[in-house]
């Protein structure tokens, strides 16, 4: 439980900051205690060698005693009933001599004495006085007794403390972690989260409600592609089904050019099949997000399209370029996945060649925009990708053709999975030709836009930002 690991975390550092206190302070005071002691000894020793050279006796304390050691080594106590106790080994060599001092310590069955032989002159032997140490033990042990009760306490009251204050702290991380869990066995993104706050914790709850946000609009997106998808899948199977069964009911007797007929459909079904279940594998895992982004000339791309179109078509499709400002050598270029912008501007070729008559020309035209032209993508199908950025340059390429065009109120709705415009119905395609431009080109940081060009016909297309070159590419 992470509440109590950071206790324990938080107790143990207490403790050891206490111990650290406590082992300085008792070798401060133990030092302390044994230099008055000392002080005290010497001080009780030179008041009774004052007293003794004045020829009185010295008054007795209970914590200390006073004997004589004279030079063939008798000790002679000064206190009367007192029982000699013994001297330390060197003390005869200072009664003998009469000078200098020894200071040493004796024990007495479990009673520890300090002891101090202070020379009397030659001939006069030695004082030796003898203090007790009971009271320095004592102190020593009241010392470590408060010491020891002082620092459970403090563990214990810094222990119940810090439980509170971690509870309260991890509050929110509980109430987040009951939310994940909801969330986790029910599947129900739409779970509130508790309030963030300005924290960590709340920083945390903000990066989950985004998340949560972000698979809700993902499920959202595939909930509508399953509908959409199932509801254009319905009309091709149907009609294959139908086609099939007419066959097998017929059984060879249908006239050749009916037979003909209801093949030529099967066929036509089966190709329109595979073509909407390409642009859904497509549109679902976007084959072209491994894909890096590098500069690319786009006005070469249009036209190598442009040219594969001609080809396969044999439609005139003219590529220029107007206010373009070329980077190097007249290239145009902008920042973009090679893949992925191929598939952009052949989608629109195709759309353009599509809905516009076989007698009248296409045009690409690779020209400067500003930033923010078009629509972003912060649509229905989410992310931050179409936001343009302030202060960089954009192109767009625009595809015109000489169509029907495209209204006011379906400039936006194009670009929506399976959108068909009004009188469009009929016509085959899948309707999610556009709404892969839309996502490939916003994934890239670009907009799309549509609407009707200046002689009339629709006028589709994006923007890209202008790749920034080094000054030694540019020429």
């Known amino acids: 439980m992470l509440r109590t690991r950071i206790t324990l975390v938080v107790v143990a550092a207490t403790l050891l900051a206490i111990l650290v206190s406590v082992v300085s302070s008792y070798r401060g005071v133990t030092g302390m205690v044994a230099d008055q002691f000392d002080r005290a000894l010497v001080d009780r ?4 060698a004052a007293v003794l050279d004045a020829g009185r006796v010295p008054a007795e304390r209970p914590d200390t005693a006073e004997q004589l050691l004279l030079p063939d080594g008798t000790v002679r106590p000064l206190s009367p009933g007192r029982a000699a106790l013994p001297v330390p080994p060197g003390a005869l060599a200072v009664a003998r001599s009469g000078e200098g001092r020894l200071t040493a310590e004796t024990t007495v069955g479990d009673r520890t004495f300090g002891v101090l032989v202070l020379g009397r002159g030659e001939g006069h032997g030695a004082l030796v006085v003898s203090q007790d140490y009971a009271d320095a033990e004592r102190m020593d042990q009241e010392f470590l007794g408060r010491i ?13 403390l810090s439980w509170l204050l971690i509870g309260r702290i991890l509050r929110p991380m509980r109430r987040l972690a009951r939310a994940a869990e909801r969330i ?3 599947q129900d993104l739409g779970t509130a989260l508790p309030a963030a706050g300005r924290d960590e914790v709340g ?5 989950f409600e985004v998340m949560l946000d ?3 609009r993902s499920r959202e997106a595939q909930q509508r592609l399953v509908q959409n998808a199932s509801h254009e899948l319905r009309t091709p199977l149907t009609s294959v089904r139908g086609s099939a069964e007419l066959l097998q009911r017929a059984r060879g007797r249908l006239a050749p050019e009916d037979e003909e007929k209801i093949l030529g459909t099967l066929v036509a079904e089966s190709v329109a099949l595979d073509d909407l279940v390409r642009e859904l594998v497509e549109l679902a895992t976007d084959r072209q997000a491994d894909e890096d982004q590098v500069p690319l000339d786009l006005a070469a791309a249009a036209e190598d399209c442009a040219d594969r179109f001609r080809r396969r078509t044999g439609r005139v499709i003219d590529v220029g370029a107007a206010g373009a400002g070329p980077d190097r050598d007249g290239a145009v270029v902008v920042l973009a996945r090679p893949r992925a912008l191929h598939r952009c501007i052949d989608n629109l070729l195709a759309n353009a060649v599509k809905f516009s008559p076989g007698d009248t020309p296409v045009t690409v035209l690779v020209e400067s925009a500003p930033a923010g032209t078009g629509r972003g993508g912060t649509g229905d199908r989410g992310g931050t990708g179409g936001r343009t950025r ?3 340059p954009y192109v767009r390429l625009v595809v015109r053709d000489l169509g029907p065009g495209i209204g006011p109120e379906e400039r936006d709705a194009v670009f929506d999975r399976f959108y068909r415009g009004a009188g469009t119905q009929s016509t085959p395609g899948s309707g999610l030709g556009l709404a892969i431009v839309h996502d490939l080109v916003t994934a890239d940081g670009g907009t799309v836009f549509a609407g009707t060009g200046p002689g009339g016909g629709a006028e589709v297309g994006f923007t890209l930002p202008r790749a920034v070159l080094p000054a030694s590419r540019r020429g």
Do not use: N
């Open 45 to 48: 020793a030179d008041a009774v």
């Open 148 to 160: 020891s009760w002082t620092t459970a306490g403090s563990a214990a009251a810094c222990a119940a």
């Open 184 to 186: 986790s066995s029910t």
């Open 203 to 207: 920083r945390l709850t903000l990066a």
């Open 214 to 216: 972000a698979l809700r």
């Open 390 to 392: 302030p202060g960089v």
